[in-house]
């Protein structure tokens, strides 16, 4: 059983940055492939980054590739933790963020993948 706790959000103005951190529990952290999903209201749950588990391969979804930085999923095995840097916001991001971790290595934009999820962090963007 692996717990995340998500924690990093806030309210930010318009072209701010935020870096998102979610903390796993358990001994076999470094062998799950993690990713961060967001959620807005009334809208769909949807990815926006994944990273497999020594860090090596990273995936994002369109919308962050031009805007957030090239490092922007990050992980530290050591410490259990894994980052996402987000830079240059919009009041289109505003939603709950949440971190997710898969049994499987492989990092996946598919949320079916993964087994353990996190509460969540908000994230608002002011414009």
């Known amino acids: 059983q692996v717990q995340l706790v998500e924690s990093g959000g806030g309210l930010v103005q318009a072209g701010g940055s935020l870096r998102l951190s979610c903390v796993a529990s358990?001994?076999?952290?470094?062998?799950?492939?993690m990713g961060w999903f967001r959620q807005a209201p009334g809208k769909e749950r949807e990815s926006v980054a994944a990273v497999s588990w020594s860090g090596g391969i990273t995936y994002y979804a369109d919308f962050v590739r031009g805007r957030f930085t090239i490092s922007t999923i990050s992980r530290d095995n050591a410490k259990n933790m894994v980052y996402l840097q987000m830079n240059s916001l919009k009041p289109e991001d505003t939603a709950v963020y949440y971190c997710?971790?898969?049994?499987?290595?492989?990092?996946?934009?598919?949320?079916?993948?993964?087994?353990?999820w996190g509460q969540g962090t908000q994230v608002t963007v002011s414009s």
């Open positions: 997710a971790a898969a049994r499987s290595r492989v990092a996946s934009m598919n949320s079916d993948r993964y087994d353990y």
């Open positions: 358990g001994r076999t952290f470094s062998s799950y492939a």
